[in-house]
DNA sequence: TATCTGTTATACATATAATATAACAGATAG
DNA sequence: CTATCTGTTATATTATATGTATAACAGATA
């Protein structure tokens, strides 16, 4: 699986590398099972620090994306990542809450905000 | 227009006071021309520094919400908020794709997420 | 035994967030 | 004219977040 890191952006770049990798697991491109590369061989390629890399990890493990065995190194969750429960939903309410309320101001209309949101999903069902 | 902060957020002050107004923007609680308090009278209503609502407004006049002028004070943009473009299109779209990633992975459907966004665009469009 | 794993502990540099004062220039009310 | 309020700018300080750099430890493996 390809990662592209951008070391301008204003986004962490743990945050980048988390991204892309549930980015990847929503694709189907990493599967239940998986196995990621060792912190330090991924860090290595990224060209970037050990640490930075297992923060990441940390917070794939903490928010149940991945496993992180002693023996096993690295894997997507065989268990698949926990659905959607309350704590979830109502996370996802409070960051999709601003985006709407500042589209709403620039006259993005319902129709086209769902539009865009079709479109996004779209993307993760492509290799199906 | 009520604003209440939550210090022990994560989320900073500045961002929480921005996305206040620009919910009560969307709400119409805030209308085109309406007044907002001075940087130290707000600052002080709300126990916090003026320099930190000073860089809400700054980021909220940079962004077209509002206009300061020196002698009339601080009001909502009088011409609107500007309306959508590519620049903004293509910035909500990364804002909404790792969030969709997340749903996708967690099971959340099309049709729930979609659910969602309706629901909350829903609340803006109460009061008209 | 040597090597690889995740993990932990320090240390350092830089950037951001928030506060605290202070001052300046323009506008306004008394 | 004076005093006050406005946004703005400049410094300084504190705390936290980000990213890097080394180093070490313990468990597993070849």
């Known amino acids: 699986m390809y990662i592209a890191l951008d070391l301008e952006s204003e986004e962490p770049i743990y945050t980048q590398l988390k991204n892309q990798i549930i980015a990847g697991i929503a694709k189907k491109e ?8 060792s912190v330090r061989s991924l860090a290595s390629d990224l060209g970037i620090n050990l ?21 096993k190194g690295v894997v997507v969750n065989p268990d698949g990542v926990p659905s959607v429960d309350e704590a979830y939903w109502s996370e996802i ?24 949101c079709r479109q996004i999903y779209a993307e993760f069902q492509s290799k199906e």
């Open 93 to 116: 309410t409070k960051r999709i809450h601003p985006i709407i309320a500042e589209s709403v101001c620039r006259n993005v209309t319902e129709q086209d905000f769902l539009q865009l």
């Open 30 to 37: 990493l599967r239940s099972g998986d196995p990621l590369p």
């Open 51 to 71: 640490h930075t890399v297992n923060k990441a990890y940390q917070q794939l493990k903490q928010e149940g994306f991945i496993l992180i065995h002693r023996q």
